[in-house]
């Protein structure tokens, strides 16, 4: 596609509850990256997509979050038992192999997630 | 660990010239990026250095100085557009980007 897709745009779970969000990457980007920002705050790193290689998970904050990533294409980060301080904005990005920094990420407009 | 400085707010009007800050401590360092981000959006990609000195796109501008640990972005002819917040970004590692805490720029006519 044209840009980096999302969904939902929006997602109000209850507490304790499992949720899934998507990423559809730019077509061709073998690099996906998936990022949180809370209210005011800059964006916190949760895990890293590059091919076939496995994935840098070192950001993410509990063993309740896991994410996966499909055919090289598409991903799902999943939120196990949500816990009120999950409530964030999640953004992914995409970016082409070793040109991630001189052409930078191409973000989408992320998934707000309130739990209450 | 790695860590980013940057100002809060920075306020200018229409027409002026701003500067962004951003000093670093990262364990190793393969180049600073600016993001920038209006209300809601998504982060879009404004610039990256590599080396020291300057680069220019049009009325943005950005600096570093590796053995500074500092660079800044600098916003020329400032437009009402412009308000929106500001992020730089270190790359200290293989490819992941860790970000500042964002400089909120509040343009006013």
């Known amino acids: 596609g044209a840009g980096v897709s999302q969904s939902p745009s929006n997602k109000v779970t209850e507490k304790g509850k499992d949720v899934e969000l998507r990423c559809d990457p730019i077509?061709?980007?073998?690099?996906l990256y998936w990022y949180r920002q809370s209210l005011g705050q800059g964006l916190e790193f949760l895990i890293y997509?590059?091919?076939?290689?496995?994935?840098?998970k070192s950001g993410l904050p509990s063993d309740r979050f896991s994410a996966e990533r499909t055919g090289g294409s598409v991903s799902t980060l999943t939120i196990q038992r949500t816990q009120q301080e999950d409530s964030a904005v999640y953004l992914c990005?995409?970016?082409?192999?070793?040109?991630?920094?001189?052409?930078?990420?191409?973000f989408g407009s992320g998934t707000r997630l309130t739990v209450v | 660990g790695q860590s980013l400085e940057q100002p809060s707010e920075v306020t200018a009007v229409e027409g002026a010239i701003v500067q962004i800050n951003c000093t670093y401590q990262?364990?190793?360092?393969?180049?600073l990026s600016w993001y920038q981000q209006h209300d809601g959006g998504a982060p879009t990609f404004l610039s990256y250095?590599?080396?020291?000195g300057l680069e220019e796109t049009g009325r943005f501008s950005s600096f570093l100085s590796r053995s500074d640990s500092y660079g800044y972005l600098l916003l020329q002819e400032l437009q009402m557009k412009d308000s929106a917040s500001y992020f730089c970004?270190?790359?200290?590692?293989?490819?992941?980007?860790?970000f500042g805490k964002g400089t909120m720029l509040l343009v006013s006519p």
């Open positions: 250095n590599a080396l020291d």
């Open positions: 997509f590059q091919g076939n290689s496995a994935p840098d």
């Open positions: 077509s061709g980007h073998t690099a």
């Open positions: 970004a270190v790359r200290d590692g293989y490819s992941t980007l860790t």
């Open positions: 990005a995409s970016s082409l192999v070793g040109q991630g920094e001189s052409y930078g990420y191409t």
């Open positions: 990262t364990s190793g360092f393969y180049g």
